[in-house]
Each structure stands twice: as C-alpha cells, then as structure tokens.
C-alpha cells in the first residue's frame, strides 16, 4: 500500500529542546515535501527535496532544518522549537517536482510547543 | 507573489445538490493546478491533477476546469452525499518556481442528509 508515514503523530514538548519528526514513503518517489498548518494561514511549505541531498526552502523556513540523505527518509528538525512552532505538520511526496503528478499527504503530526 | 483564494470559505446544502467551488490565484504563469480533500484531523487526499496544457478533469462525480488567463479553477460537484463532507483545497506549482507549491485556505463543506 502506498503510504507516507510520519512519527510522532503527537508531541508535547518545551521551549529550546531539540526534536526530529521524521517522515518515511515507500513509493520510491523523488520529491518530498513538509508543511505546516495553522487556523487562518492555511498549508504553508516548509521545506521541500526534489531528490536525495537536494533540498530549498519553502515559504516558511525559519526554525526548521531538513536533510535528505536517502530517497525514502525525509525529517524535519527543530533545533530549538519555540511556542509559534506549535502546528500541525504534515509530510508529502510524488513522484517528482511540479505538482506534475499525484501529491500524497501523510496523517500529520501535532506539535504543541510549551 | 502568488496569492491563491477559495471561495466560499464555507458552504452548507441539502443532500443531492450540484455544487461549485472556486479557486483564484493572481498569478496566471502556474505550472499545475491540484484539487485536495481534507476530513478532520487528517491528512489531505488527491482529488484531481490539471495539468498545465490541460483545460478539465473528471473524476466520477467531480469535475474540474481550469482558465489559466482568467486565474480561476473551479470544482464541480455533482449529486453532493453526506460523505462528501470535508474541506477543499486547491494548490498551484508555479512556472518560475515549479518545485514550489501554494495552497488555498480551503472551502469547508457540510452536505446535510
């Protein structure tokens, strides 16, 4: 089944300690993206890598750092979240760049930063 | 800086109705265009791709066009169901950036039985 998982769905965390939500696709797909959304803003872009070690900035990079060492994985790290970092965030991929094909979502992530 | 819009943010009708929902973006140099479905506390799904020499799409029930130089999408729904109930996004790639996509805010959907 074609699936991009995302871990943790939930997390409670404080102000400064480093986390990672990382994001796994199993559709062999070369573009992976990150988003986060927020009540009034909407889905924002993050992140996004149109293959392995390529990656740019989104609209709202700030905060966030991601790497992608391999065609599946794609984390997404806060160094040192703070509280406008609480959001739900979600992961995405296709097959490639453009919107050219199918985007798929994972089931989101909720981050609360206290 | 492209700007895309849904309206309605919300609407509300009665089981069975034929609906449209609208998307605008200020920038007409769009690569794609997507059509996504959001139910609560999920993630989104895809509901229809309009490719860049493309006009419209049909999936089952739904349809989707796009104007390109007019900067507006629309997606058809016909003989709405009470499961059609989510919220709708519409997103572009833009041509000058096309790894880049923007969402709308997304038009909120209650189909009532």
């Known amino acids: 089944e074609a699936q991009v998982t995302q871990n943790p769905r939930y997390l409670i965390t404080v102000t400064g300690k480093k986390l990672t939500v990382t994001c796994s696709q199993n559709?062999?797909?070369?573009?992976m993206s990150w988003y986060r959304q927020d009540p009034g803003l909407g889905l924002r872009q993050i992140y996004y890598?149109?293959?392995?070690?390529?990656?740019d900035k989104g609209d709202v990079p700030e905060g966030y750092k991601v790497s992608r060492k391999e065609k599946r994985n794609f984390p997404l790290i806060l160094e040192s979240p703070s509280p406008n970092q609480t959001s739900l965030y979600f992961c995405?991929?296709?097959?490639?760049?453009?919107?050219?094909?199918?985007?798929?979502f994972g089931e989101g992530s909720w981050l609360t930063v206290v | 800086k492209q700007e895309v819009t849904q309206i309605p943010a919300a609407l509300s009708v009665p089981e069975g109705e034929n609906l449209v929902l609208n998307c605008s973006f200020t920038?007409?140099?769009?690569?794609?265009l997507q059509w996504f479905r959001q139910d609560p506390g999920k993630g989104l799904t895809s509901l229809l791709l309009?490719?860049?020499?493309?006009r419209e799409q049909t999936s089952g029930r739904l349809n989707a066009s796009l104007d390109k130089s007019s900067g507006r999408s629309t997606l058809y729904i016909a003989a709405s169901q009470p499961g059609d109930s989510a919220t709708y996004l519409c997103?572009?790639?833009?041509?000058?950036?096309?790894?880049?996509?923007?969402f709308g805010p997304g038009t909120s959907l209650s189909v009532i039985p």
């Open positions: 995405a991929s296709s097959f490639n760049g453009g919107m050219g094909n199918t985007i798929y």
């Open positions: 559709m062999n797909h070369e573009y």
């Open positions: 890598s149109m293959n392995v070690e390529v990656t």
């Open positions: 920038d007409s140099a769009i690569y794609n």
């Open positions: 309009i490719q860049s020499s493309q």
């Open positions: 997103a572009v790639s833009l041509q000058t950036s096309y790894d880049k996509v923007i």
